[in-house]
């Protein structure tokens, strides 16, 4: 494949190259996208056609600090994530919208994490911030159960809240937070809420809810569509014997509820927060030990970005009839240190 074919492409897909290129032709080819999109680049959404590098981020929470990298290579333009830096307490989450990119889009803008904020802050001074997480989950999805433009739109949400001593990772749907201790094992991983595990589908079929398709692909019954998903932000639709001008329903047995996990800082090195582009190519196993080794000659930002063009090879070897992989992948590297750098 020429440089020429390989820039053709990029333009038209927005994916990886498939064949090495000089750094000039890459930057060039990144500047031309950037200035042709049809899409607006902003700090949570990015249509790039190279893994993007996004500069590294360095924070602080009481003793703890924080180096913090973001890489996103997209093919349907609807993850997005967000970083936000408050007082006493750092919120870092993904979210993998469906449907459209809108539902992500607001959570990670502004309104989940205002109410994360808010409930964090209330919640704090009783001691009870697992439910408040919860709490700002189940008022978002709400918000969102009102806007009748957003009907059958959805997204996975997977965020860490870090407050200096204490770590809690929340997870929404498909995205997956790997957390890995410092001696290079893991310490925890999300799990997925999907049909084809069996507490998730067990669940959902006792709250009335309809799974289709194969056992290999099972899928939630939402009105006339199929989600892989079996928690979501989200996903609302008309229902049958409803008003169309007041009455959204969410399907039996979808969720808006995160399982929350509360994590001892001072146990971890790193973690990952991806998207489900990640890891329906990677195990968390594969993804934890690519980016051990990566950190150790690599900033976060660099770790990221080097695990998606790895994601890429990888695909292209699993699948060799495709030319390059499905889906958006958004990557969120960070690591643990002591607050002097």
């Known amino acids: 494949m020429t440089i020429r074919s390989q820039c053709i492409a990029l333009a038209m897909v927005g994916v990886f190259f498939l064949q090495p290129v000089s750094d000039s032709t890459c930057a060039g080819m990144l500047?031309?996208?950037?200035?042709?999109?049809?899409?607006?680049?902003?700090?949570?959404?990015?249509?790039?056609?190279?893994?993007?590098?996004?500069?590294?981020?360095?924070?602080?929470?009481?003793?703890?600090?924080?180096?913090?990298?973001?890489?996103?290579?997209?093919?349907?333009?609807?993850?997005?994530?967000?970083?936000?830096?408050?007082e006493d307490f750092l919120v870092a989450a993904v979210f993998d919208g469906h449907g459209g990119e809108e539902v992500a889009r607001r959570a990670g803008r502004y309104a989940l994490m205002d109410m994360i904020r808010e409930q964090f802050v209330s919640q704090q001074r009783s001691g009870d911030v697992v439910s408040g997480i919860k709490e700002a989950f189940t008022r978002f999805d709400a918000v969102i159960g009102e806007d009748k433009s957003l009907i059958q739109q959805g997204s996975t949400a997977t965020l860490v809240v870090v407050t200096?001593?204490?770590?809690?990772?929340?997870?929404?749907?498909?995205?997956?937070?790997v957390v890995v201790r410092r001696d290079g094992s893991l310490l925890f991983t999300t799990q997925d809420h999907k049909p084809d595990v069996e507490a998730e589908a067990s669940r959902v079929l006792r709250a009335g809810g309809v799974l289709v398709g194969p056992e290999d692909s099972l899928r939630l019954r939402a009105g006339t569509k199929g989600l892989s998903m079996t928690r979501a932000l989200g996903d609302f639709y008309l229902g049958n014997s409803c008003d169309p001008e007041s009455c959204l329903v969410k399907p039996k047995g979808l969720l808006a509820q995160p399982d929350v996990e509360t994590l001892t800082t001072a146990d971890v090195d790193f973690l990952i927060i991806a998207s489900d582009g990640v890891w329906d190519i990677l195990t968390s196993e594969e993804a934890a030990s690519f980016v051990a080794q990566a950190l150790k000659e690599k900033s976060a930002p660099e770790a990221a970005r080097a695990l998606l063009r790895y994601c890429a090879e990888v695909f292209l070897v699993k699948y060799p009839g495709y030319s390059f992989p499905h889906d958006d992948m958004t990557a969120v590297v960070m690591r643990f240190t002591k607050i002097k750098f």
């Not at 999109?37 to 959404?45: E, H, M, T």
């Open 31 to 86: 500047s031309f996208l950037q200035k042709h999109q049809k899409q607006q680049i902003n700090p949570f959404c990015f249509w790039l056609g190279l893994p993007s590098l996004h500069p590294q981020n360095i924070f602080t929470v009481g003793d703890v600090g924080m180096r913090v990298g973001v890489s996103q290579n997209f093919l349907k333009g609807e993850d997005c994530y967000t970083i936000n830096s408050y």
């Open 164 to 177: 200096g001593a204490t770590t809690y990772v929340a997870n929404l749907g498909d995205s997956r937070c």
